[in-house]
């Protein structure tokens, strides 16, 4: 089992910045083998949607919107995925959730929210 608790959201202006984290805790066997580590997040009335995804090597994928102006990353000896949102726009505000695919399994967090005023 992995448990996965975000942090960092908030409510920003248009044009603001904010950095969410992700750390991950449990079972040692699923933590260490951890591959792909991604950002996802949901919108009232829309579906869930990718964000960023980073292997365990550390290549990444962005959503097109989100090139740019997200980063993501991890500390791979803190457990820690982050994703750093720049220059951020109204249609950024949603929950945000963060996934790891460890052993065969996809697990969530319990969702940060993220409000960009205007």
């Known amino acids: 089992q992995v448990q996965l608790v975000e942090s960092g959201g908030g409510l920003v202006q248009a044009g603001g910045s904010l950095r969410l984290s992700c750390a991950a805790s449990g079972n040692i066997f699923s933590i260490n083998a951890i591959n792909n580590m991604g950002w996802y997040r949901q919108a009232p009335g829309k579906q869930r949607e990718l964000v960023a995804l980073?292997?365990?090597?550390?290549?990444?994928n962005y959503a097109d919107s989100m090139k740019g102006r997200f980063i993501i990353s991890r500390n791979n000896a803190k457990n820690t995925m982050y994703l750093q949102m720049n220059s951020l726009k109204p249609e950024d505000t949603a929950v945000y959730y963060c996934?790891?695919?460890?052993?065969?399994?996809?697990?969530w967090g319990q969702g940060t929210q993220v409000t960009v005023s205007s």
């Open positions: 996934n790891v695919l460890t052993l065969g399994r996809n697990y």
């Open positions: 980073i292997r365990s090597g550390g290549s990444t």
